[in-house]
């Protein structure tokens, strides 16, 4: 009924070549996950050929990318207003109106304007954040280059007692070398600049400012 001719017993594989190949097998799978799945997925890279083979990078960057979306989820819109109801006013005699002296709007003064220059520099993995004390709708412009190295950065502002996590960004980029551009700030609060270095080397970058800023402070 079969056709197919039985291995004898001196063709199969005996125990102790069985057990090589299960021992080979092991040591290939524990091989790659120290040196390619580890350091791509989650950036831990023991033996440094993740690094080597660009893979760690990939996992910081997988990391980083987590955790800024992480991070924008968390940030809850405003709630919108509550209009108030209309209330019906009476009529009133026009002998019982009394004419009441107009005050002259109030304007909050904007402070002066201000121009610094700041350096910082950072070594492979290091971040840093300089920020701007500045009030409602007043306006800064900036310009921030690196030695030529790329860095990731994000231009953002958080109110004063806002929520946990709340920030606002005003721009954001990865791998670049410099940026430049003019924001107005949508609340009291502080704004400014997050760097991080994803190279090897030290990072050398320098921000100028000009705008109606109150003080400027590196954060981080």
């Known amino acids: 009924m079969f056709n197919t001719k039985l291995p004898t017993q001196?063709?199969?594989?005996?125990?102790?070549?069985l057990l090589r190949s299960t021992v080979i097998a092991v040591g290939v799978a524990a091989a790659l996950l120290v040196t390619v799945v580890m350091p791509s997925e989650y950036a831990i890279d023991p033996t440094g050929a993740g690094r080597v083979l660009g893979l760690t990078q990939m996992g910081e960057m997988k990391i980083t990318l987590a955790a800024e979306a992480v991070a924008d989820a968390a940030v809850q819109p405003a709630a919108a207003p509550v209009a108030?109801?209309?209330?019906?006013?009476?009529?009133?005699?026009?002998?019982?109106?009394?004419?009441?002296?107009?005050?002259?709007?109030?304007?909050?003064?904007?402070?002066?304007?201000?121009?610094?220059?700041?350096?910082?520099?950072?070594?492979?993995?290091?971040?840093?954040e300089i920020k701007l004390e500045m009030l409602d709708k007043a306006t800064v412009s900036y310009e921030w280059t690196t030695n030529g190295i790329p860095v990731n950065h994000d231009t953002h502002g958080e109110p004063y007692n806002g929520p946990k996590g709340y920030y606002h960004s005003y721009s954001k980029g990865k791998q670049i070398k410099g940026d430049k551009g003019e924001f107005t700030a949508i609340f009291d609060g502080t704004h400014g600049w997050f760097w991080r270095n994803r190279s090897n080397s030290d990072v050398t970058i320098t921000l100028k400012t000009k705008g109606e800023y109150l003080s400027v402070k590196r954060v981080i």
Do not use: C, F, H, I
């Open 10 to 17: 001196s063709e199969l594989p005996t125990s102790r070549q």
């Open 84 to 128: 108030q109801a209309s209330v019906p006013v009476q009529p009133v005699a026009q002998e019982q109106v009394a004419t009441a002296p107009v005050a002259e709007a109030v304007t909050e003064p904007q402070p002066a304007l201000k121009s610094d220059e700041v350096t910082v520099t950072l070594k492979p993995g290091e971040a840093s």
